[in-house]
C-alpha cells in the first residue's frame, strides 16, 4: 500500500478511482481529482506548500512533485504546485512550485522549476530544464537544456500524444486494481 502520511495538519485527498503503487509516497496537503494515478517510486510532497492536480493526472515512477515553501509571516510567499486536467508527469521528472494546464506531456528526466507556467496542449520535452519562471504557451514544445521553445504542436501530435498518453495511463491503473 502506497505511503499517504499527513503532514501539518493537511491529509492528501484524492478523487474517485485512483490508484497508486505501492511504494509511491503521498504526502500532507495535496488534492487529485478523479481517475488519478501515482507510480512506482514516485513522490508527491505537500508538506512546505499545496499540491493540486485534476482528473486524470499521471505521475509515472520516479518523478518527484514538490512546492516551495510559504510562510506569510515571514513575507514568504512561496510556490504552489497545480497541475490541470490530463496531466502526464514522465518517469524521473522533477516538477516543483510551478502552474500546469490542462492536457500537457511533461516528458521524462525533466525539470520544472519554480514559478514556471505551461499552459495548456504543451509538450515539455524528454530531459528539459525549464528555468524558474519561464512561460510556455499554448500548444507549444520546449526542449534543451536550458529548454526554448521548438515547434508548436500539429493537432496530430497532439492527440497522438498528449491525449493518448493521459488515457493510456488510466487504462494501465486498471491493471493493477
Given at each position: 500500500?502506497?505511503?499517504?502520511?499527513?503532514?501539518?495538519?493537511?491529509?492528501p485527498q484524492n478523487g474517485d478511482d485512483?490508484?497508486?503503487?505501492?511504494n509511491a509516497t503521498i504526502v500532507g496537503d495535496v488534492i487529485m481529482g478523479d481517475q488519478c494515478s501515482v507510480w512506482y517510486s514516485a513522490v508527491i510532497r505537500?508538506?512546505?506548500?499545496?499540491?493540486?492536480?485534476?482528473?486524470?493526472?499521471?505521475?509515472?515512477d520516479g518523478a518527484v512533485i514538490h512546492c516551495t515553501f510559504e510562510?506569510?509571516?515571514?513575507?514568504q510567499l512561496g510556490a504552489k504546485t497545480i497541475l490541470g486536467n490530463?496531466?502526464?508527469v514522465g518517469h524521473?521528472?522533477?516538477?516543483?512550485?510551478?502552474t500546469v494546464e490542462d492536457n500537457v506531456l511533461?516528458?521524462?528526466?525533466?525539470?520544472?522549476?519554480?514559478?514556471?507556467?505551461?499552459?495548456s496542449g504543451s509538450i515539455i520535452a524528454a530531459g528539459a530544464v525549464l528555468l524558474e519562471g519561464s512561460k510556455v504557451g499554448k500548444g507549444e514544445i520546449w526542449a534543451g537544456v536550458p529548454a526554448k521553445k521548438v515547434k508548436d504542436i500539429?493537432?496530430?501530435?497532439f492527440e497522438g500524444e498528449v491525449m493518448r498518453i493521459a488515457n493510456n495511463y488510466v487504462k494501465y491503473s486498471g491493471w493493477f486494481k
Open positions: 500500500m502506497a505511503l499517504i502520511k499527513e503532514c501539518r495538519g493537511f491529509s485512483c490508484w497508486f503503487a505501492e505537500g508538506d512546505v506548500n499545496s499540491i493540486r492536480m485534476g482528473n486524470k493526472v499521471n505521475i509515472q510562510n506569510l509571516a515571514a513575507g490530463n496531466v502526464s524521473n521528472a522533477l516538477v516543483h512550485g510551478c511533461i516528458g521524462m528526466g525533466s525539470i520544472v522549476m519554480d514559478n514556471c507556467y505551461i499552459e500539429s493537432p496530430e501530435l
